[in-house]
């Protein structure tokens, strides 16, 4: 059969369905390193990430018996999930992508300033204390604090936070495509007829 074929269709949600199951479990399994050798002390980023693997999964899993099985109704769900997390995953990458600097640096103080257990991450990995003045009458887990010699983690922030939006943008992009194919191949596929089936059969 050619690539119009039920079987091709069948294959290929298959294959993407696989592909969504490995990053998801990439997530989960990056977030539990990151926790339990002490890189991200934040529950909540860790949490986050982990929910976020978690919804992956269980959706994946959804369209992978769905094409296995031809299943209309795990279809058609998946496919307006797959949709909607386009939808949201889309606008968020070009948000990313399109920010300037003056947005960066709204979006990071006011993030720094609501979560504190990552500010101690921060501090202590970029070797800098505070987000725009260093106090030190306050304590800070950075290595140059005891000597006095610490620098505002702003700049520091600033330098990787272009790179960082630019290529959390462009993955993201990225997937969203992968997701709208997903949704068209899934459309398609709900209304082929499996030629093994009965032939009186309705789709």
């Known amino acids: 059969m050619g690539c119009a074929g039920f079987t091709c269709s069948k294959n290929s949600l298959c294959a993407l369905n696989i592909l969504y199951v490995m990053v998801s479990l990439l997530m989960i399994g990056i977030a539990a390193w990151g926790k339990w050798f002490g890189l991200v002390s934040s529950f909540q980023v860790v949490g986050g990430v982990i929910a976020v693997g978690v919804f992956l999964f269980i959706v994946a899993l959804a369209g992978l018996v769905g094409a296995m099985k031809h299943h209309q109704v795990l279809l058609f769900f998946y496919m307006i ?3 909607m997390v386009f939808v949201v995953q889309f606008s968020v990458s070009c948000a990313c992508l399109a920010i300037n600097k003056d947005q960066q640096e709204q979006l990071l103080e006011v993030g720094w300033n609501n979560t504190l257990s990552t500010q101690a991450d921060v501090e202590k990995t970029l070797n800098c204390c505070g987000f725009l003045h260093v106090d030190y009458n306050v304590t800070c887990p950075a290595a140059c604090f005891p000597q006095h010699s610490c620098s505002s983690c702003a700049n ?19 997937f969203s495509f992968t997701e709208i194919l997903g949704v068209w191949l899934t459309y398609r596929y709900r209304n082929q007829k499996d030629p093994r089936a009965n032939p009186s059969a309705f789709l």
């Open 81 to 83: 999930i797959l949709f």
């Open 156 to 174: 520091k922030i600033q330098e990787h936070a272009g790179e960082v939006l630019q290529f959390v943008g462009g993955i993201g992009l990225f």
